[in-house]
């Protein structure tokens, strides 16, 4: 009898838990449909005219994203762990390593691309509005021919 009333007991308890367990799936289940249709925050971004290189947020950003330079679609890898910016690589601190996602432009490296960069960086930084002219007028030559007019070092 008392053993009966054990394993009835038990079975209950067994029951309970089971229930419990496909119940607390069943919750996460959910949870995962969830993320997945809110996975991106945003589809995409609009860069500005000197970036080539785009490190938000891990899943942030759906994409593609085009490089604000010339327009190339991105490459993108995702969840890279390491410093995001230049100036915290140099600083080295290895608590200040990060996870997040890389856009990068395919065509950043060539040196039309860079001289691009360097163009437009000058003329946003000229106080003259002639000079700045002639500065986005050769920026704008270089980007159509994608022929560097003179090698640039970065
Ligand atoms: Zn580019």
Redesign the pocket.
């Known amino acids: 009898m008392l053993a009966k009333i054990i394993i009835t007991l038990g079975s209950y308890r067994l029951a309970f838990r089971f229930g419990d367990l496909n119940t607390l799936k069943g919750k996460m289940s959910e949870k995962k449909k969830v993320k997945k249709t809110k996975k991106f925050k945003q589809k995409t971004e609009k860069l500005g005219e000197t970036q080539?290189r785009y490190t938000p947020d891990v899943d942030k950003v759906e994409g593609p994203v085009y490089?604000g330079?010339?327009g190339?679609k991105m490459t993108v890898k995702r969840n890279v762990h390491g410093w995001r910016t230049f100036m915290s690589a140099m600083g080295g601190n290895p608590n200040s390593k990060s996870n997040y996602d890389v856009f990068q432009?395919p065509?950043?490296e060539e040196d039309w691309?860079k001289q691009v960069v360097k163009l437009r960086d000058r003329a946003r930084n000229e106080s003259s509005s002639k000079l700045e002219a002639i500065l986005r007028e050769e920026a704008e030559e270089v980007l159509k021919t994608k022929v560097a007019t003179k090698k640039v070092y970065f």
Request: glycine share 0%; charged share 10%.
């Open positions: 080539a490089c330079v010339c190339e432009c065509v950043s691309h």
